[in-house]
């Protein structure tokens, strides 16, 4: 959830006497509650900018695949006329339209989909590539057009994307996304926890999960930023995880993590021979772009792979020197996810290796869904849609936030007045142990996400001068 909660009943303070039956003053609830309203707070108003742009930004990134779809249909569609032309004619058809660049891979895709012959150009950015579009059915080339990384995403999806990731402001612009993904979990976490923590014996359940029935004024903007941060929680939390496996810092950090632990996604590495390779093929041939080692056509390589059970949308990438084969990997990310891949010896033809989805550990699997749920691709039209409710419960968690904040001014007749941060003194009263707890938590979160760390060190800069000056 976003921004703040509601203001602490006297028993948080520590102003007024406790009713009967309410926690004992022994718990450690009522100073925890009261330290993590004070976090929710500030977390809430200084870093929901943030999300919203993420959660805006990120929404827009969901329908990439129709816009893509939409704004270059001439090149990504084709009519479905039976048999295509073999793949090394399309790839020829490519090569005498546009001789410049490196061949290096070929994407295959359904029966109404075109070919993408895919060059590394001089000139091009960093894990950008030229894409030459074929009719494979009539070899007519369509167009061409820039993709960018291993999902080929075309120019529109690549602008959108990166103004998710870092407002094409480059590195320094990654640390906004890396600062809204570091607090989005703690924040609704937080929320969460003093939404059902609330009450002396514990809310109801519809308490938990409904808006009040008949409140007004900032209760019932409260009853709404609650019930829906409840409904929203696992969703917030699944998109914060992914995405800051895209970050730059915490994203190391987990990648160190899952290695650690043998989470990784495994793969299969296209260097599988020694100097000099010839296999039963004799000597190479050249296919006059570099690829002067290769004795098979890439039509074998293709028959090969779908032999061996590769039968979806495919990548095929040309092996760069002797001492690499070909690698083929399927490209669908859609439910039931089709990830596996081969290696196909260039000499003969033969499968070297095989790796399936369906032997990738269980957490490696998760992130492959995860990420694909991330980027609304895993179960198509009802994931984009799943994505748009989160994104818009997001962005109205926040405004009831700000509302609520705005709502708690010191005094109504002080127009421009803002809403205060709750009341200090928590962690004085918080118990040596939980102290501890709390620290050694803080220093973990710290080593996994640096940036949070950073920004909650501002936050304390912030609340120090604000004590000095008030």
């Given at each position: 959830?976003?921004?703040?909660e ?10 007024a006497?406790?009713?009967?039956g309410?926690?004992?003053?022994t718990?450690?609830?009522?100073p ?20 919203v742009?993420?959660?805006?930004t ?21 009519a ?6 073999p793949v ?11 001789p410049?660049?490196?061949?290096s ?19 091009l ?5 030229s ?15 820039e993709?960018?990384?291993?999902s080929?995403a ?5 602008w959108i ?7 094409h402001?480059?590195?320094v612009?990654?640390l906004?996304s890396e600062l809204?993904?570091s607090?989005?979990w ?6 969460v926890?003093?939404?059902v923590?609330?009450?002396r014996?514990?809310?109801r ?9 008949g ?16 409904w929203?929680?696992v969703?917030v939390l699944?998109?914060a995880?992914?995405?800051?496996t ?18 990784q996604?495994?793969s299969?590495?296209?260097?599988v021979?020694?100097e000099?390779?010839h296999?039963?093929g004799g000597a ?8 002067h080692h290769?004795a098979?056509?890439?039509?074998q390589?293709?028959?090969a ?12 990438t040309y ?11 399927e490209t ?13 010896d260039p ?16 957490m490696a699997?998760?992130?492959?869904w995860?990420i694909?749920?991330h980027m609304?691709l ?10 748009t409710?989160?994104?818009?419960g997001?962005?109205?968690l ?5 509302r ?13 007045a803002?809403g205060?941060?709750f ?6 009263r918080l118990?040596l ?7 050694a938590v803080?220093v ?7 940036v949070?760390?950073?920004s909650?060190v ?5 609340d ?5 000056s008030?």
């Amino acid at each position: 959830m976003s921004t703040q909660e509601h203001a602490p009943r006297p028993s948080e303070t520590g102003t007024a006497s406790r009713p009967s039956g309410d926690t004992p003053p022994t718990s450690v609830w009522p100073p925890l509650r009261a330290l993590v309203l004070r976090l929710h707070f500030y977390a809430g108003v200084l870093v929901a900018p943030f999300i919203v742009v993420a959660a805006v930004t990120g929404l827009l990134y969901a329908y990439t695949p129709q816009l893509e779809q939409w704004m270059y249909a001439d090149q990504l569609r084709v009519a479905d006329q039976g048999q295509p032309l073999p793949v090394s004619m399309q790839v020829e058809a490519a090569l005498e339209a546009h001789p410049e660049g490196s061949l290096s891979a070929i994407r295959l895709g359904g029966p109404e989909d075109s070919t993408r012959v895919m060059f590394d150009v001089d000139g091009l950015g960093e894990s950008v590539r030229s894409s030459v579009f074929v009719d494979p059915y009539t070899g007519e080339v369509l167009g061409t057009l820039e993709v960018y990384g291993n999902s080929g995403a075309l120019p529109v999806r690549t602008w959108i994307s990166m103004l998710h990731r870092h407002l094409h402001l480059g590195e320094v612009g990654r640390l906004y996304s890396e600062l809204a993904a570091s607090w989005l979990w703690v924040v609704a976490l937080g929320g969460v926890v003093l939404w059902v923590g609330r009450g002396r014996t514990g809310a109801r359940v519809r308490r938990v999960l409904l808006p009040e029935r008949g409140a007004a004024g900032r209760r019932r903007t409260m009853s709404w930023h609650g019930a829906v941060g409840v409904w929203a929680l696992v969703g917030v939390l699944a998109l914060a995880a992914t995405g800051l496996t895209w970050s730059a810092h915490a994203g190391q950090n987990i990648g160190t993590l899952r290695q650690a632990l043998n989470w990784q996604t495994p793969s299969l590495s296209a260097e599988v021979f020694e100097e000099g390779h010839h296999g039963e093929g004799g000597a190479a041939a050249g296919d006059g772009h570099g690829h002067h080692h290769l004795a098979v056509s890439v039509d074998q390589v293709v028959g090969a792979v779908r032999e061996a059970g590769l039968d979806g949308p495919i990548e095929v990438t040309y092996p760069a020197s002797e001492t690499q084969a070909y690698k083929v990997a399927e490209t669908g990310r859609e439910w039931p996810v089709q990830q596996d891949s081969a290696l196909v010896d260039p000499m003969t033809g033969e499968v070297v290796d095989v790796l399936r989805f369906d032997d990738y550990p269980f957490m490696a699997k998760m992130t492959t869904w995860g990420i694909a749920a991330h980027m609304g691709l895993l179960f198509g039209l009802p994931n984009q849609v799943a994505l748009t409710a989160l994104a818009l419960g997001v962005l109205f968690l926040i405004g009831w936030g700000y509302r609520m904040w705005w709502q708690r001014r010191p005094t109504t007749r002080e127009r421009f007045a803002l809403g205060r941060p709750f009341p200090r003194g928590a962690w004085r009263r918080l118990p040596l142990w939980a102290k501890a707890v709390a620290v050694a938590v803080a220093v973990a979160l710290g080593w996994l996400m640096p940036v949070w760390t950073v920004s909650l060190v501002g936050f304390l800069v912030i609340d120090a001068v604000a004590a000095r000056s008030a």
